[in-house]
């Protein structure tokens, strides 16, 4: 079962505060910085599209690729000329097209658990970037996991139809380098009047840097630059998400 399905009815109102303006505007800037002439870009991961659509409004021509239809109908809805959105799995997808950057943002690295999955996403990126192509991801970072560790936490959100209370509990895997996050989803629909509860399992895999230099290496990139998402700051154990910038050689 694919956890994004559910989760995509309610995603954009999750994260109805994530500043995605702002989080584009820096990938913007990343862009700007490592390869101006960037016009093509394939995103890994796209979810309901909203950095997409984003980046489309900035003139650049966006192909967005996820795992959940329903992600991608969500996506669909905020389509332009600029975007184009298509089922596919990142560590398995395959175009004939070459892009000048391929981005992958909000984690979907970590979603790749295994060393294998995580192989198989660089070959992709790889795959469908020109030469001196950028690749940028985030992830969590394994020295911030490690020091700080993850704590329960909840969340309350709503508007005019739902309001969706989030639980969250975690639990590490020190030795394959996951965090299990467990989510109880309470959906309270305020026009029906109608519970619905989920439980979801999100499997979370935390990168160090030595193995994302590994992973570069054998996929035929340079690690041009990483630091704490966002920010900016040098990367520590204060940076949960980090962003790496990878330049195929
Ligand atoms: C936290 S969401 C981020 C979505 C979007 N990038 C954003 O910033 O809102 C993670 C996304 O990764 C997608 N995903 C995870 N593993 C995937 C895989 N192997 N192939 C394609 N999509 C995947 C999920 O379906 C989900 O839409």
């Known amino acids: 079962m694919n956890v994004f399905n559910d989760y995509s009815r309610y ?6 505060d994530k500043d995605y303006e702002a989080e ?4 913007i800037d990343l862009i700007n910085k490592y390869h101006k002439n960037t016009r093509d870009i394939l995103e890994l991961g796209c979810g309901t599209g909203k950095h997409a659509s984003i980046l489309a409004q900035n003139n650049f021509k966006i192909h967005g690729i996820d795992l959940s239809r329903q992600m991608l109908e969500i996506a669909n809805q905020k389509s332009n000329p600029n975007t184009s ?3 596919g799995d990142v560590r398995s ?3 004939n097209k070459k892009f000048d950057c391929v981005i992958s943002l ?3 690295a970590s979603y790749q658990n295994t060393n294998e999955d995580l192989d198989n996403f660089f070959s992709t990126a790889n795959e469908h970037l020109k030469s001196n192509g950028i690749f940028i991801f985030d992830a969590w970072y394994g020295p911030a996991v490690l020091t700080q560790l993850p704590e329960s936490r909840s969340k309350t959100l709503e508007n005019n139809q739902l309001k969706i209370t ?3 509990f975690s ?4 030795n394959e380098n996951i965090v299990k996050v467990n989510y109880e989803i309470d959906i309270f629909d305020k026009i029906n009047n109608l519970h619905h509860k989920l439980t979801e399992t999100h499997n979370m895999r935390y990168l160090f840097l030595n193995e994302v230099k590994m992973l570069a290496k054998k996929h035929h990139f340079d690690l041009i630059d990483y630091h704490q998402f966002l920010t900016q700051q040098h990367a520590s154990k204060e940076s949960w998400g980090v ?4 330049k195929k050689i």
């Open 11 to 16: 995603y954009d109102l999750l994260y109805q």
């Open 24 to 27: 584009t505007s820096y990938i």
């Open 85 to 87: 959105f298509a089922f």
């Open 93 to 95: 997808y395959r175009i």
């Open 106 to 108: 909000f984690h979907v």
């Open 166 to 168: 989030r639980n969250a």
């Open 171 to 174: 639990e590490v895997d020190f």
């Open 243 to 246: 962003c790496f910038i990878l």
